[in-house]
């Protein structure tokens, strides 16, 4: 069976070109970067020239860029930094709708010590910049905020975030995870101070992710060890994946247009299409302010889970909202944070396309989506037909 | 120019039969293993399937394995999982030969509060065991001390250390990145509660580690973030490395008595060839007590970096002892703990073998490198004949 990926904002598909850039790195240059031999000495070069091509990307200088293992170890190494670098300051912010990989790391700091002010979105899932500015304090280390949600896809105003934070002595760091490589990210343009990214959701390889540093900014490490990274991530190089994240960085500046044309004229073809084809279908997040390639529905009175695993037969691969893959029957926290009722956060489906998509791909979804929609409803002890409301 | 790689203690080469497990795992079961349809969770299971090879090498229960993207990243998860779950206690022990993951980290901590004791080693890089239990107290939260020594090869008594803690409620932890797949580890038979590992030290990819973590022992991650590793280790599973790790865990398993047969007569070889052709040539480490692939061999009145360079031009890859990579003039920590002299450990020279070498490689070596170390000290100004002494 032909699979329909539109799960994208989970993981990408790594491009067969970066595969093949990758390949010499495994059996045949496998030395360490850090060996005084010149067969360790070549990879350590290849390693430069992949820096090059991530900070192109982000408009960054070579030497701020850090590689890391992922976005999760890009996003605690800044958050560590910056409240390393400000002992004397206990207040950290950050939005209600971050990825676990902050949010997590967030609780964990509010033990031991730090008070944390978690900055509201609206009913569309846009920030509440008011309410942002006003938290702000003398005691503040550090803002970190996501530059666009993983589920909803909405951008948030970074920029205006930096120039509200200007001269303030406070560190701002951004989880760009899901907007590098589908809208442009400018860091100098922005002028934050630390931004983190990941390899696997630009086609690049899993456990491969890099940070932004601004020069200048203070830092100190999270991965402490050898000196690798200018003592600034210990740990042997990886070098394989830091050559592929190079080349998969070159491959979506070169694809950022048809991103936002192409992907984009998709995205909006499948949510047009399933919102007319479905009663009581809602869109969660700001119809414009959103990344081009996600779109996140709500389906009233039916199951997330049940919903994936129908399209599951059918080889369409998509997202639950709903944070079931933790366990829990909570459902998503960022819609929550959204005010998404009760009966349609847990009926929420998050389509994410690539490059890779097809017109065709998304008719097969907009056609086989709705029935299955139907099917389950009448299944379901909650629906009594369109309009009708939990008991 | 055919290489004649030696170099194995600093990395390996991946096995062509490991990376053909991985390849399926970048460009077509590319999902995410915590997805929810067929398509991610069919990479959990691969994963799941790694983790019982990885385990099997060890002797642990497949739940007992945490994967990570480094050794490193190992060390630190051990070492913070140990301080966080005995917040009360502020002495930690190691020893004074550790690999920079962990000595430099106790380092840092020692910087924020931590009482270190540091180990001593005798001249043949032996841990001083007397020394080691006259300093454990009440207040000692965690030892950890390497399995087997990175420069030296030197083994050190970890089944004796596990004792000596039994039912003090000290954390163990070991680091075993250079002992893994080179001589058998056996984690239940030692009893220590935490032990690192590293991929790309045994054949595997690099970018990929293992934690072992004593079922019951305390933990909290280190990489705080998703509910990956049960909520152990945050971050998006690095499919195809884990994959990786897990082939390669059951080859070295395979090898193991190759590497203590074949590549240990080897070894000696090579061993005995440099010291009976080289005036002035002294053994670093004791002879016995070694892993069987490693020989760390001091050229008085040289320097180790002239003496790689110059090997490099034959296509020999080995490591010097001093820390030079670092931009350091220092000699390497391992030798000063052993006391080797400022004439000698300058000019040592790190060999460490694979399964991959071959007796007509040794013989390369046993031939090429005395007549360099004459060269080299004729230009050198401290070289006045065997026996002089420096200024």
């Known amino acids: 069976m032909d699979i329909v990926y539109m799960d994208n904002n989970a993981t990408t598909k790594v491009d067969p070109v970066v595969l093949d850039a990758m390949m010499p790195y495994f059996t045949e240059f496998y030395g360490n970067a850090s060996s ?45 930094a910056a409240i390393r670098s400000n002992p004397n300051k206990k207040h950290i912010i950050t939005s209600r709708v971050e990825h676990p990989a902050v ?8 033990k031991t010590g730090y008070r944390v002010t978690w900055v509201p979105v609206d009913k569309d899932g846009v ?10 304090s003398d005691d503040t280390a550090l803002v970190s905020i996501m530059w666009a949600n993983n589920e909803s896809g909405v951008i948030f105003p970074i920029a205006e975030i930096a120039d509200a934070l200007k001269d303030k ?74 050559v592929g994240l190079g080349r998969a960085s070159e491959l979506v500046k070169g694809h950022l247009e048809e991103m936002n044309t192409r992907v984009r004229a998709l995205r909006d073809r499948l949510e047009e299409g399933l919102l007319k084809n479905t009663p009581n279908a809602l869109l969660n997040g700001a119809k414009d302010l959103r990344l081009p390639n996600t779109t996140n529905i709500s389906f009233e009175y039916v199951e997330g889970e049940a919903i994936l695993l129908m399209m599951d037969q059918f080889g369409i691969c998509a997202s639950s909202g709903s944070a079931c893959t ?28 690539s490059t890779y998509n097809t017109e065709k791909e998304v008719d097969f979804v907009v056609e086989k989506l709705p029935p299955i929609i139907e099917r389950l409803r009448h299944m379901s002890p909650f629906w009594k037909g369109a309009g009708c409301q939990l008991q």
Request: positive net charge.
């Open 326 to 353: 933790s366990g829990s029957l909570e459902p998503s926290h960022v819609l929550r944070a959204m005010g998404v009722p009760f009966t349609a956060a847990h009926g929420s489906i998050r389509f994410s396309l």
């Open 169 to 242: 002595g406070i560190v701002f760091h951004s989880d760009a995870v899901q907007a590098v490589g589908k809208v442009p990210v400018d860091v100098k343009a922005v002028g934050l101070d630390m931004l983190s990214l990941s390899g696997h959701k630009l086609h690049g390889p899993k456990g491969v992710g890099a940070l932004y540093v601004r020069k200048g900014a203070k830092f100190s490490p999270f991965m402490i060890g050898g000196h690798q990274e200018r003592g600034r991530r210990g740990g042997t190089e990886n070098v394989a994946s830091i």
């Open 103 to 110: 949010k997590n790391l967030y609780e964990y700091l509010a």
């Open 36 to 80: 005084m031999h010149s067969f360790g000495g070549a990879v350590g070069r290849e390693i430069a020239a992949a820096r090059d091509k991530v900070a192109a990307l982000i408009n960054a200088e070579p030497g701020e860029i850090i590689f890391t293992s992922c976005g999760t170890e890009s996003d605690s190494t800044a958050i560590y």
């Open 127 to 136: 920030l509440d910049m008011d309410f942002f500015r006003r938290h702000l």
